[in-house]
């Protein structure tokens, strides 16, 4: 793997140009570890400064090494309640890490209470939001299946089930992840006749997602209940949610190594910074070479938008019957 420094730099300097309303940089910005999966890059990106600060984590063990080695501010945004993470958390915040832990049921809150039981300070929590779009009474589901918790009512339930651990726990953070407009193109050319479709949800999606997460901070608000961080957006929706005034912080990642994905994207744009080095290990036929490996295909709904482009040498596609991976 080889990763073009000067192209990645461009695009951490870009993706903060789609933070600024009124030419001012409006958010904080969490780097999502799942999408970098380099130390030595996360490291670059969190030296550059304002407005990258702390990472979104992606699993428990992973959040307590990156603690162990000087990484500060880690949001573990996956919920989780098996017992080995839940140590690990635990060790990590005996270790004095600042680390807050994702939440969405009951049940995850009065896990993380038993493993903070008799600890020095309490756990910080957040409350995982779905804001999936969903359309007919839940009959259309545009969106991930992210959570049970879908409305400011549901966070209050899950506020009052954490105020029952006072010692333990402080439920004093939310997220909520607009999954169908980070990670749908409106201009992809696999899809061509979906691309309408996908702007249609995109822009009920953004309205929906900015009415649902203001409610959400309402419900904080009305309780008096502090709402230390609330985190939304991903690469593909920055410079939609910058607008959001309850948002306290955007989490973004895969922008800056740019899977081809985003060229499919009318709102962003990146520059491809990742690049795999492969053998040609075989040549079954004039014009045609079988390559070993092929590199990361995006997440998300399978398919080609989601599947690394051959660059060099030039002219270079990929077959249909076969992908990378
Ligand atoms: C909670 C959360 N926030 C943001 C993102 C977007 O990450 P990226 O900008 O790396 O695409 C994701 C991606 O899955 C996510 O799970």
């Known amino acids: 793997m080889v990763v073009d420094l000067e192209a990645f730099d461009r695009n951490v300097a870009r993706l903060v140009e789609y933070l600024r309303v ?3 940089v409006s958010k904080a910005l969490r780097l999502a570890t799942k999408s970098v999966r380099v130390p030595a890059l996360l490291e670059r990106v969190l030296k550059s ?3 990258y600060k702390g990472l979104m984590c992606y699993s428990a063990e992973e959040a307590r090494w990156l603690a162990s080695q000087g990484f500060k501010d880690l949001l573990l945004a996956y919920p989780t309640v098996q017992e080995s993470d839940l140590r690990a958390v635990r060790a990590a915040v005996d270790a004095g890490a600042s680390l807050r832990l994702m939440v969405d049921s009951k049940e995850g809150i009065e896990r993380a209470a038993q493993a903070m ?15 999936s779009l969903r359309l007919l009474g839940g009959l259309v589901h545009l969106g991930v299946r992210r959570s049970p918790v879908r409305s400011a009512a549901d966070v209050g339930r899950l506020l009052d089930a954490a105020a029952k651990f006072p010692r333990e726990v402080r439920l004093t953070g939310a997220m909520a992840y607009e999954a169908q407009v980070a990670g749908l193109g409106d201009r992809n050319p696999f899809k061509k006749l979906v691309n309408p479709v996908a702007k249609l949800i995109r822009a ?3 309205r929906h997602v900015a009415r649902l997460r203001a409610e959400v901070a309402e419900e904080f608000r009305r309780r008096s209940a502090p709402l230390e961080l609330f985190n939304g957006g991903g690469t593909g929706s920055v410079n939609y ?4 005034g309850c948002l306290t912080e955007l989490s973004a990642g895969s922008g800056l190594l740019c899977s081809h994905l985003f060229d499919y994207y009318s709102n962003v744009h990146f520059e491809p910074a ?8 075989r040549a079954s036929d004039d014009g045609y070479v079988t390559c070993q490996g092929g590199g990361y295909v995006a997440s998300g709904e399978p398919g080609r938008d989601r599947l690394p482009v051959p660059h060099l040498p030039k002219g270079t596609k990929l077959v249909a019957m076969e992908g990378t991976g």
Not at 274 to 281: P, Y
């Open 49 to 51: 400064g304002v407005p």
């Open 22 to 24: 009124d030419g001012r």
């Open 274 to 281: 990742c690049f795999f080095a492969l053998q040609a290990t």
């Open 117 to 131: 039981r008799g600890a020095a300070r309490p756990l910080d929590l957040a409350v995982d939001v779905d804001a």
């Open 241 to 244: 949610a910058a607008h959001e």
């Open 204 to 206: 009920l999606s953004v």
